[in-house]
């Protein structure tokens, strides 16, 4: 377990971005966050997927299929937050910007 933990860590610190500037603050959250689970397991493979976003949609253009998959990304990841909170869980709670992103559920 280790190991994926390191070579996660590794990979996360690789940078696909199309533009210089400050990592968001979630950028290297795996050499953050213990793995206890499949669910974290999962939420770590999503945020390592996602970290070429902003790299490939600047060289593609898909912009109706991108929304449609990512309306599916986001539903899921509402569910499964909601679910994690005991129904408590707003998709709000999980924007950067939420002033309530940081409230104990």
Not at 30 to 52: C, F, Y
Not at 68 to 86: K, V
Request: with cysteine.
């Amino acid at each position: 377990m280790k190991l994926i933990r390191t070579w996660i860590a590794a990979r996360s610190s690789r940078s696909y971005r199309s533009e210089p500037g400050p990592l968001p603050a979630c950028h290297n959250a795996a050499a953050h966050i213990p793995v206890r689970g499949p669910l974290m397991t999962e939420l770590l493979a999503i945020a390592q997927h996602t970290t070429r976003l902003p790299w490939l949609a600047a060289r593609e253009n898909y912009a109706e299929e991108y929304r449609l998959i990512a309306r599916h990304l986001i539903r899921d990841i509402q569910a499964g937050y909601l679910a994690a909170t005991a129904g408590h869980g707003t998709l709000a709670d999980l924007m950067p910007d939420s002033p309530n992103r940081d409230r104990a559920s």
